[in-house]
């Protein structure tokens, strides 16, 4: 596994923006996917986007589309996700994770961070 800190999270208004990073260790990330997921009480852990490291190919769920922005930073093997207009139902732990392309799971996960919009 590779080791992944989450950072940026915090406390926020509906219609506001945070940015998250997620730094990894570094190992050669060519041939690897960097994604977002968030978690909140009581219900599944769901995906919101993922980028894959060498041709920067994005996806996001429909429920972000249009609002959060993935991107990385290849001299620093960091991933950010922007996210803008923030809802209440954004609530959640944001976690980063890293797998293989050609691997269906992720098997590397950050830590963690709380990210709350309030109304």
């Known amino acids: 596994q590779v080791q992944l800190v989450e950072s940026g999270g915090g406390l926020v208004q509906a219609g506001d923006s945070l940015r998250l990073s997620c730094a990894a260790s570094?190992?050669?990330?060519?041939?690897?996917?960097m994604g977002w997921f968030r978690q909140a009480p009581g219900k599944e852990r769901e995906f919101v986007a993922r980028?894959?490291?060498?041709?920067?190919?994005?996806l996001y769920a429909d429920s972000v589309k249009g609002r959060f922005t993935i991107s990385r930073d290849n001299a620093k093997n960091t991933v950010y996700l922007q996210m803008n207009s923030l809802k209440p139902e954004d609530t959640a732990v944001y976690y980063c994770?890293?797998?293989?392309?050609?691997?269906?799971?992720?098997?590397?996960w950050g830590q963690g961070t709380q990210v709350t919009v309030s109304s």
């Open positions: 994770a890293a797998k293989k392309t050609v691997q269906l799971a992720y098997d590397s």
């Open positions: 570094g190992r050669a990330f060519s041939g690897y996917a």
């Open positions: 980028i894959a490291w060498s041709s920067g190919n994005t």
